[in-house]
């Protein structure tokens, strides 16, 4: 695997949602206009360093996941792997165990029903079981006052200082989460249990109030509320495009066609303004970049108008639950003179778009590349508006 990372983390995503009353698995119930896996892979792929990905999922929907991990993941989908799952917890984690790769030295075992756990969590707990080499799990503080009980009859308080409620990921050095697991012989809670009952070490370190499970319905939208709470009304992207000139290539550019043009070189058809719209657009809605989408090593792209990039790009990011509000363009380059056509250029972009998009060129008197004529560059700047959180801004 490129970059043969050390960690790997393991999606369990095999549960059935009975108590959230959905008709498909809880990991594929939509969480504001995602699913719950997709929100919960948002937080994997994250993460600073690369991680093996691995995501169980309930038999029959691997498909489906897989092609969930794959739009999240972008160009890090070499990580990215899908197995089925078992008729229990456990049995789904071993599945999970079974494809990690040789150069994994580092397990996090994660819940995808906690949608919303911050990448600063999952590293936290795979920094914590480097430096310590044992299992790690996350931990807050309990806030209720415990009560142990017999039957009807308050018997005693439980001093709640020492008590944690544990989430997820839980992290293990590999080869002793795999011993543990071959050598459970009963069902456990937790992958700390299985841990612990093999005779293994468990430390704990701070977890987060979001990285909560979301369980009943009443979960379900607390979830809605936090991501609304926590989404700005709008963001701003910011895209840079340059591309040489190539006499032999037909000029492509703001979506227009240039005859008796020099074109520009590209894996596609070279259009810098679409390109830099596309980059700044995925820039703004927190989705990558055009080279982690549409990078030039897929042949599906070779030769194509900035036409399908845009309009691929429009419905990634409102899918993800924006809208364009509107695009600005800045051409710099010698030629094509764009004031003649540059109604019609903004008319088709707007049309691509749904939302107004501006043009302005200039040249700059000489210098750089772009004043010997050797080349284009494009600035975009967009702006996005939150669609189903706006209400609530």
């Known amino acids: 695997m490129i970059d043969s990372p050390r960690t790997a983390v393991i999606v369990v995503a095999a549960g059935s949602g009975t108590r959230l009353g959905a008709s498909v698995p ?19 792929f994250g993460v600073q360093e690369p991680v093996q990905v691995i995501v169980v999922a309930p038999e029959g929907w691997a498909e489906r996941a897989e092609a969930i991990g794959r739009e999240v993941a972008g160009a890090a989908s070499i990580y990215l792997s899908v197995v089925t799952g078992g008729a229990e917890r456990q049995d789904s984690v071993t599945r999970g165990l079974e494809a990690l790769a040789p150069s994994i030295e580092t397990v996090l075992v994660h819940d995808a ?139 492509w550019l703001a979506g227009l066609h240039w005859p008796g043009e020099a074109g520009l070189a590209g894996h596609s058809d070279g259009d810098a303004v679409s390109h830099a719209i596309t980059d700044a657009l995925l820039s703004a809605a927190g989705l990558g970049d055009i080279g982690g989408l549409f990078g030039t090593a897929d042949e599906a792209y070779a030769g194509a108008h900035g036409d399908v990039f845009l309009a691929e790009t429009r419905r990634r990011i409102e899918r993800a639950g924006w809208r364009v509000a509107n695009v600005s363009v800045q051409v710099i380059g010698n030629r094509p003179k764009l004031s003649p056509r540059r109604a019609e250029a903004e008319r088709v972009l707007t049309d691509l778009l749904g939302a107004p ?37």
Do not use: N
């Open 26 to 44: 809880k990991a594929f119930v939509e969480l504001d206009g995602r699913e719950i896996l997709a929100r919960c892979l948002d937080g994997v």
């Open 113 to 251: 029903a906690r949608a919303l756990t911050p990448p600063a969590q999952i590293e936290r707990v795979a920094h914590a079981v480097v430096q310590r080499g044992c299992g790690v799990v996350p931990g807050i503080p309990v806030a209720d006052t415990l009560k142990r009980v017999d039957g009807e009859d308050v018997r005693e308080t439980v001093d709640r200082q020492a008590l944690r409620a544990v989430q997820t990921p839980q992290g293990f050095p590999r080869h002793e989460l795999e011993r543990a697991y071959q050598a459970v012989a009963q069902v456990h809670t937790d992958d700390a249990a299985v841990f612990s009952a093999a005779g293994g070490r468990v430390t704990v370190v701070d977890g987060d109030e979001s990285a909560f499970k979301i369980t009943t319905p009443w979960d379900l939208r607390r979830a809605l509320r936090m991501l609304r709470s926590a989404t700005p009304a709008t963001r701003t992207g910011i895209g840079i495009d340059a591309h040489a000139i190539d006499p032999s290539a037909e000029l």
């Open 357 to 393: 998009v501006s043009i302005a060129a200039t040249t700059t008197d000489g210098l750089g590349f772009t004043g010997r004529g050797e080349g284009i560059s494009v600035i975009a700047t967009a702006l996005l508006t939150a669609t189903s959180h706006s209400d609530d801004h």
